[in-house]
């Protein structure tokens, strides 16, 4: 029987899926507001969307996601921009600023976007973005 080759993970850090992306899907807090990011893109790619709802801050999260209605988008590349991390007035925040890349019915698409994330207890929330297309 011919061994399984590794699965990239999808959300372009060069490592495979089980060693990058697969603990925090898996129920991990990611470390960072990069890490969350990174993971967020990875669920989308592969139609994760409980883990979306749930790395969702409960005061920004949309009652629901369906990630599998047509037209279905095919995620293919994730590049990172920019990145900080700080505290405010309500505690630790930080923002990504990315670009991702995808197909949508055979025609190529970018998404950028600056994310804004806040760590509410030991767990980092996507809570919302300025989001360009083209």
Known sequence: MKARKPQV????????????CAPWHGGQ??????????????????????????????DTRP???????????????????AREQGRDGE????????RARYKLNGRAHRLEEISRFRKIGERWYYVDGDIRED
């Open 91 to 98: 505690g630790e925040t930080g923002k990504v600023h990315y």
């Open 9 to 20: 993970c999808p959300c372009g850090s060069g490592h495979t899926y089980e060693e990058c």
């Open 29 to 58: 807090p990611a470390p960072t507001p990069e890490a969350l990011m990174r993971s967020r893109y990875s669920a989308y790619a592969r139609g994760l969307e409980d883990y979306l709802l749930a790395t969702w801050a409960p």
């Open 63 to 81: 009652a629901s996601l369906d990630l599998a209605v047509p037209p279905i988008p095919q995620w293919i590349g994730l590049e990172i921009l």
